[in-house]
């Protein structure tokens, strides 16, 4: 990288270089240094170089580069920066902000190259530091989320014309290719036990509510966020369906009020005794730690609450369901390409078996 600095004041020990304007050559070192006025200021460079080709080619990317920064914002902070980049992310949906937080967070930690050091200085090489020192211990996914932070944070800053080209331009992996999730999902058997563990906890104050709210998650498919907003007002007993906001997209959809879900409605309204269409349907915001407990007990896979969900996606697909159908009550708008991305792995022999079922069909 080129490096700045002023040009000594003895003018003799320069000679100007001929049909190039702004270039000059060191009488004794050799090097060569470039200058230009720019907003009535001039502006001095040491061209790091005692090739004269060389030299021409440094001095037309410094003066070009000159024009895409703006000299009153070019001394800007990587503290400023941080600063203008959470301004620029608060609109996000709440969980984004949580985890750009939380990156920021080992940014500002792990940085130790100083937040006041100028963005002009920072170097791919600082960035390629900051990323190896994380990717031991990050799936490809969050590596990727790390480096798409770098990457939009200093293209804030080319976009504001503090620097001319990002340093995540040439960071040697700015991306991972994602690897294949490997999901736990519950049987309808574990998810049964782990109801009725969570159930049987006498001593504990909120083991009912807890296990209302686990088997709720586990027969309507629906997630923690879901299941602890809804009111009595989204269930419609006429029609026979449940009327969802997702909060992560903010779009409403509609659930059927699965012949296997309702016993629990109604128990669960029975117990409320005539609530009105804004009480909550659940006195809890989840159940985790009560999961994880059940899962402890029992000796399973530490399921969360949104393998709980998966378990009814899993469920409505063995029961031969259409593709598009389950994607509709889960809220998507794909006609069902993420559920057979996402859970083709998971499916494996079943989805064999239901081919299979579907064949049956044209014999009968």
């Known amino acids: 990288m080129l490096q700045e600095g002023p040009i000594a004041p003895a003018i003799t020990l320069y000679i100007k270089i001929p049909g190039f304007a702004g270039l000059y050559r060191h009488a004794v070192s050799g090097r060569y ?3 230009k006025k720019l907003n009535g200021k001039r502006r001095e460079k040491s061209l790091g170089t005692t090739d004269r080709k060389i030299a021409e080619r440094r001095m037309k990317e410094w003066v070009g580069n000159m024009d895409k920064v703006d000299s009153e914002v070019e001394k800007t902070t990587l503290r400023q920066l941080l600063v203008k980049f959470e301004a620029i992310t608060q609109s996000q949906v709440k969980n984004s ?8 967070n080992h940014f500002v930690d792990w940085w130790s190259f100083g937040l006041d050091a100028q963005v002009r200085n920072i170097r791919p090489s600082h960035l390629d530091e900051f990323l190896a020192v994380h990717e031991p211990r990050l799936r490809n996914t969050t590596y990727n989320r790390y480096a798409g932070f770098l990457k939009q944070l200093f293209d804030i800053a080319v976009n504001d014309r503090v620097i001319a080209e990002s340093p995540f331009a040439r960071v040697k992996t700015p991306w ?3 690897q294949t999730p490997v999901r736990k999902i519950p049987t309808i058997q574990q998810f049964q036990a782990i109801v009725a563990s969570i159930r049987s906890q006498r001593l504990t104050d909120h ?15 629906l997630g923690q966020a879901e299941a602890s907003s809804l009111t009595w007002g989204d269930v419609d007993w006429e029609l026979n369906r449940l009327n969802i906001r997702r909060h992560k997209t903010d779009t409403h959809f509609h659930v059927p009020i ?3 879900l309702r016993p629990l ?7 409320a005794d005539h609530p009105s269409a804004r009480t909550r349907v659940f006195k809890i915001n989840d159940a985790k730690k009560s999961l994880r407990s059940a899962c402890e007990r029992l000796g399973l896979p530490l399921f969360s ?15 031969g369901i259409d593709k598009k159908l389950i994607a509709k009550w889960q809220g998507h708008r794909d006609g069902g390409q993420l559920i057979m991305d996402t859970y083709t792995e998971v499916f494996g022999d079943d989805e064999a078996d239901y081919e299979r079922q579907q064949l049956q069909k044209l014999a009968a």
């Open 265 to 271: 409605l109604e128990r669960l309204q029975a117990k």
């Open 176 to 178: 991972k290719r994602p």
């Open 305 to 319: 609450q949104r393998n709980l969900r998966q378990c009814l996606i899993m469920r409505l697909w063995k029961a």
């Open 33 to 35: 240094y470039g200058m």
């Open 97 to 104: 902000q949580v985890t750009t937080r939380a990156i920021i």
């Open 258 to 260: 699965y012949h296997h």
């Open 207 to 221: 083991a009912q509510d807890s296990a209302d709210f686990v088997e709720f998650l586990g027969l309507a498919g």
